[in-house]
């Protein structure tokens, strides 16, 4: 049952832009950091950008830096994906996660994340 709820998908021609949002859904939980991942048909769950909550780090996937920013809003528990100057490689499903402490796992392993949403199609044409 997804926690997060992303919204800001759809799609879009080679070198356009889009912005994802993903805020916490029912209770309440403490974060420490969020995280988006995306999937494509037959592809493993990969990777794409984290922020910390209280540190102000973020962190990227080589294949996004420069094109892709993520930002966040402490006070709305929220995270953005500003995507910039997309690929039609870039077309995936795209997850949202959260995890609520630190636990000193790699902030790019789906396994640390506490919740997950359940996600957005973006698709880009060529």
């Known amino acids: 049952q997804a926690q997060l709820v992303e919204s800001g998908g759809g799609l879009v021609q080679a070198g356009g832009s889009l912005r994802l949002s993903c805020a916490r859904s029912?209770?309440?939980?403490?974060?420490?950091?969020m995280g988006w991942f995306r999937q494509a048909p037959g592809k493993e769950r990969e990777f794409v950008a984290a922020?910390?909550?209280?540190?102000?780090?973020?962190y990227y996937a080589d294949s996004v830096k420069g094109r892709f920013t993520i930002s966040r809003d402490n006070a709305k528990s929220t995270v953005y994906l500003q995507m910039d100057s997309l690929k039609p490689e870039d077309t995936a499903v795209y997850y949202c996660?959260?995890?609520?402490?630190?636990?000193?796992?790699?902030?790019?392993?789906?396994?640390?994340?506490?919740?997950w949403g359940q996600g957005t199609q973006v698709t880009v044409s060529s």
């Open positions: 029912g209770r309440t939980f403490n974060i420490y950091a």
């Open positions: 922020a910390t909550w209280s540190g102000g780090g973020t």
């Open positions: 996660a959260a995890d609520r402490a630190y636990s000193g796992g790699a902030v790019n392993a789906p396994d640390r994340y506490d919740y």
